[in-house]
């Protein structure tokens, strides 16, 4: 079944075509283990996945959007990880009023608030150091640079990543990814020695 053929199916709500999204998608999706941890700890099902990728897809009519650029299968893919990524239900990472306990003289409760964000720190500090690599990856390559980027961040694979950047082969994008890879760790470590 081609692209096109499926994505007609999915968007008549033809049974044979959410089948489909459900066995190449939304399972495998959930069992990954990019996923698997983070449904597990926000309470989200494949069920929910499906669920929300059903509303969106006919109830919004975000169907519409796909244009045949790409596997249509990596394009659902991409909006059923962003809905877990999305699932987090403290995003910001609210201190709760639930915390407080009573070490007070007078009795009443105490809520300690912490002085120092040491995750945020740390993740700024992450951030800086994946800037500045990048930063310098794409001075001295930029379509490596790109590639990188387009795998770690989009999640695209080297087929989607060869028709975008009309490269020979797929082999020729993992080569090239793998050394991307490799100057990350390498600028990483000098610096932090």
Same mark, same amino acid.
């Given at each position: 079944?081609? +692209? ?7 968007? !008549? ?50 169907? !519409? ?23 987090? &239900?403290? &995003?910001?990472? +609210? ?8 070490? /007070? +003289? ?7 608030? &912490? /002085? ?24 001295? !390559? &930029? ?22 950047? !009309? ?20 600028? /990483? ?5």
């Amino acid at each position: 079944m081609t +692209d096109g053929e499926w994505h007609t199916l999915v968007r !008549d709500e033809k049974d044979e075509g959410w089948k489909l999204v459900w066995e190449r998608v939304v399972e495998p999706e959930s069992k990954s283990m990019r996923s698997a941890e983070m449904m597990r700890r926000y309470s989200l099902s494949a069920g929910d996945l499906m669920g929300m990728l059903y509303e969106d897809m006919i109830g919004r009519r975000k169907i !519409d959007l796909y244009r045949g650029d790409g596997s249509f299968e990596g394009w659902l893919r991409r909006y059923v990880r962003g809905y877990v990524l999305n699932s987090d &239900p403290n &995003p910001r990472g +609210d201190v709760s009023i639930e915390g407080a306990h009573p070490d /007070a +003289d007078d009795g009443c409760t105490v809520m300690e608030i &912490p /002085a120092d964000d040491k995750m945020a720190r740390l993740r700024n500090e992450v951030w800086g150091m994946t800037h500045w690599c990048l930063r310098k990856m794409w001075n001295e !390559d &930029p379509e490596r640079c790109y590639i990188h980027v387009l795998k770690t961040r989009f999640f695209l694979s080297s087929e989607e990543i060869r028709d975008l950047l !009309d490269m020979s082969s797929a082999a020729n994008v993992d080569q090239i990814f793998s050394r991307s890879v490799r100057f990350m760790r390498e600028t /990483a470590f000098t610096v932090w020695k």
